[in-house]
């Protein structure tokens, strides 16, 4: 009795005792974030509805018209989106189409490359690469790597500096000066011992390029290895890309790297006839 009536009054005192403060729940993170806004908010236009309003745009996106004007304005000043003075609307900005054009670049050098990159790599035995120019620094689209134990290895859509790869000089050398200017003004940081830092030499190295056709790295970019690449023109001539091959130094010999420049430079010009260029030795 007095053992059930001591667990009785244990079970009723506890279940009487006030409950202790339970810890506030952190709100669960909103994705409407200003960014994620401003991307829905391009994303409502369409080929059926170029022209949105802003009490529309608030409607759709659930938001105040407030919010709509503020990330317009930002969204206007930045080329992503223009205003139709004569109805207020906005529509896509003329900015969008250069990143789309950029994609579709990207996309069209990728397609029209691989089946040449293959039998460079089948020629030289060494890894192949396809890349793009990216402000200050070049971006891998296309990998194709060799068979051999030992060989250069770059992952799809890793990015290395311009300035001291094969692939970045072939582009650079014919970029306009702007572009040279904006890409020299991020600086030259050294990869390695024997990386070209001087703005001068490097302005002379692709001079080199503009009169060889081609560009030489040996190590200024990964210790060990050497490449050379040459430049891809789109359908207007204006130089797009670059295809390179690369491999370790213990089998790719001066002599034997110089010995690929008329191989890698032959695919560079099958890639670009594929994307329309007609050389003047075509026309």
């Known amino acids: 009795m007095e053992t059930g009536a001591r667990e009785k009054t244990v079970r009723t005192g506890t279940a009487d005792a006030a409950p202790a403060t339970a810890p506030r729940k952190r709100p669960a993170p909103t994705r409407l974030s200003s ?23 608030a409607k759709r996106l659930g938001v105040a018209k407030s919010t709509v004007y503020r990330l317009a304005s930002t969204l206007v000043s930045e080329g992503m989106l223009e205003q ?3 109805n207020e609307k906005y529509r896509l900005g003329i900015a969008l189409f250069g990143l789309g054009a950029l994609v579709r ?22 890894t192949v690469h396809l890349a793009i120019l ?10 194709l790597e060799s068979n051999h134990a030992i060989r250069m290895r770059a992952d799809l859509g890793s990015r290395k500096p311009a300035f001291c790869t094969s692939e970045g ?8 000066p702007e572009i040279v200017d904006r890409a020299f003004a991020q600086g030259f940081q050294p990869r390695t011992l024997k990386t070209i830092t001087q703005p001068q030499k490097i302005r002379d190295a692709l001079e080199q390029v503009r009169r060889d056709g081609y560009a030489r790295e040996d190590e200024q970019c990964e210790l060990g290895m050497r490449s050379i690449a040459a430049p891809i023109r789109n359908d207007t001539g204006r130089v797009v ?22 191989q890698v430079m032959n695919a560079a010009s099958i890639i670009s006839a594929r994307l329309g260029y007609k ?5």
């Open 35 to 57: 960014v994620a806004m401003a991307v829905k908010l391009l994303k409502t236009f369409s080929e059926g509805e170029v022209e949105i309003g802003v009490t529309s745009l």
């Open 84 to 86: 139709n003075r004569d």
């Open 105 to 126: 670049q990207r996309m069209n050098v990728s397609t029209e490359a691989r089946q040449v990159m293959f039998d460079l790599r089948e020629a030289t035995g060494e």
């Open 134 to 143: 990216d402000g200050s620094q070049i971006m891998y689209v296309l990998n």
């Open 169 to 176: 000089r072939a582009i650079l050398a014919f970029q306009t």
């Open 241 to 262: 890309a670059a295809v390179g091959v690369a491999g370790p130094l213990q089998r790719i010999t001066e002599d034997l790297l110089a010995s690929y420049a008329p």
């Open 279 to 283: 050389s003047v030795a075509n026309l």
